[in-house]
């Protein structure tokens, strides 16, 4: 991370903690919500729902893409199956030359 963007972020959770205590009277952790996904995700939800200002609104979507990892559910590959043989048939070897062909 440049030092700009750590900069803008820096300001962001500023303005972010001191939005929510003006808005909602409540206090944000800022090292929680940026070192653990789960009380992030929590806050930021709970915040999200109890907020009436839009701006406020805005930040915690800013925040929540900045914060929480996007979780893209792992792909699972799946071998191929072995070709079976069909049943019944087996390898056969060409004659055409005799058995002293070899």
């Not at 800022?30 to 070192?35: A, P, T």
């Not at 199956?81 to 004659?95: C, D, I, L, V």
């Amino acid at each position: 991370m440049t030092m700009e963007k750590k900069l803008e972020m820096a300001q962001l959770l500023a303005r972010f903690k001191l939005q929510v205590k003006r808005s909602l009277g409540e206090s944000v952790d800022l090292e929680s919500l940026v070192r653990n996904p789960a009380y992030a995700r929590q806050r930021l939800a709970e915040i999200e729902e109890a907020a009436d200002d839009e701006s406020l609104l805005v930040m915690v979507l800013r925040l929540r893409d900045h914060v929480l990892p996007v979780e893209v559910p792992p792909v699972v590959v799946m071998p191929d199956p072995p070709a079976a043989a069909e049943p019944g048939r087996q390898e056969t070897r060409n004659y055409l030359m005799g058995a002293r062909a070899w």
